[in-house]
C-alpha cells in the first residue's frame, strides 16, 4: 500500500481549523469559494493521514500552538480563500463576457 492510499480527506470552512490542519502536516488539496454565504467563505478540502485524530484534538480542545506558527498558518490560510475568491469572480466575469459581442 502506498502514503496516497492511507490519507484521509476533510471538507471543511472553518479558517481556524484549517490553519490548524495545515500547521500540522495536513495538504490543502482543494478549494472553492463559496458565495453569498459571507464575506469570504471558502469550502476547503485537506488530506492527510492523521486529519481525523487533528480534528479529534481541534474539537476537544486539546490543542497547543506555537502563536506565531498559528499565525503564519492563518496568513497562509487567507491568502488562499482570497485566491477562491479572486478565481471565482473572474470565472464569473468571463461568462458574463461570453453573451456580450465586443
Known amino acids: 500500500m502506498n502514503g496516497r492510499e492511507s490519507l484521509e480527506r476533510v471538507e471543511i470552512t ?3 481549523l484549517a490553519a490548524w490542519l495545515l500547521m ?3 495538504t490543502l488539496v482543494e478549494r472553492q469559494y463559496i458565495p453569498h454565504v459571507g464575506p469570504l467563505s471558502c469550502l476547503m478540502v ?3 493521514s492523521r486529519i481525523h485524530e487533528l480534528q479529534d484534538e481541534y474539537f476537544g480542545k ?3 500552538v506555537d502563536l ?3 499565525r503564519a498558518a492563518s496568513n ?3 491568502v488562499y480563500v482570497h485566491e477562491a475568491k479572486r478565481s471565482y ?3 464569473r466575469c ?3 463576457m461570453e453573451g456580450h459581442d465586443i
Open 94 to 96: 468571463g461568462e458574463a
Open 89 to 91: 469572480e473572474q470565472a
Open 62 to 64: 486539546r490543542t497547543r
Open 76 to 78: 497562509r490560510i487567507n
Open 24 to 26: 500540522n502536516g495536513c
Open 68 to 70: 506565531w506558527q498559528f
Open 46 to 48: 485537506f488530506s492527510g
Open 14 to 16: 472553518d479558517a481556524s
